[in-house]
């Protein structure tokens, strides 16, 4: 079975400062990974996905992350926060069993941002 | 393009009652999952539906049990309620069953209390 560790339930950054947010994952074949956003008392939005290819990825808002396969991760980063971007982050890795596909989230990353 | 829409926003039960969530899957497609979250954790998967059938599902009881349409929306069902069964309850669509790189569009979801 897959699975994803996402280390630290909570992050606080200044606004404008480097946000690192980090996922390991476990995975016997090559991972298909994502992270996802959730704001306050809405769903999950996709920031970005690996599958194959190119091991740094961009996303929406800023984001990005890149694929080491040597460490097993799949680290968030933005290169300068913004009070916006105070949420719960997810990352998931994507399990295909016989005949369907279901993701495996992490625990989540609490990300706070002050002024 | 209509994204991933459910209903209701927010429900109140009581143990031993029964519940009916509802979602109307993203235009085209053809897969539906369904996800709990509870306080504090990231998403678990519950189920799967690809043209009106269930193909997978996650470690959750048989009282929880579900329904896909012919026009692809979806209903999550939950007999005798727990005290534990509080969480929020979202629901995604994606085109095709297969494929872990499939993106997996997220809907507000449906905030369910058991009292």
């Known amino acids: 079975a897959q699975s994803v560790t996402q280390l630290g339930s909570h992050v606080s950054v200044s606004e404008g400062a480097l946000v690192l947010l980090r996922c390991n994952y476990s995975s016997s074949v090559p991972p298909y990974l994502f992270w996802y956003v959730q704001y306050p008392n809405q769903g999950l939005q996709l920031l970005l996905k690996y599958t194959t290819g190119a091991t740094l990825v961009k996303g929406i808002n800023g984001f990005e992350a890149e694929f080491k396969k040597s460490e097993t991760s799949f680290h968030l980063t933005k290169p300068s926060a913004h009070m916006s971007d105070a949420a719960e982050y997810f990352c998931a890795v994507s399990e295909t069993n016989t005949g369907f596909q279901k993701l495996v989230f992490g625990t989540g990353t609490r990300l706070l941002v002050s002024p | 393009e209509t994204g991933v829409t459910q209903s209701p926003t927010h429900l109140i039960k009581t143990r031993g009652q029964q519940v009916t969530l509802r979602c109307s899957s993203q235009?085209?497609?053809?897969?539906v999952s369904w996800y709990q979250q509870a306080l504090g954790q990231g998403p678990q998967f519950i189920f799967q539906?690809?043209?009106?059938?269930?193909?997978g599902r996650g470690n959750f009881p048989p009282r929880f049990s579900g329904l896909q349409f012919p026009n692809y929306s979806s209903e999550l069902n939950v007999n005798a309620l727990e005290l534990d069964d509080s969480a929020l309850y979202l629901c995604?669509?994606?085109?095709?069953?297969?494929?872990?790189?499939?993106?997996?569009?997220f809907g507000p979801g449906t905030r369910l209390t058991v009292l």
């Open positions: 235009s085209g497609h053809n897969t």
């Open positions: 539906y690809y043209r009106e059938e269930e193909n």
């Open positions: 995604a669509s994606s085109l095709d069953t297969s494929g872990r790189a499939r993106e997996q569009f």
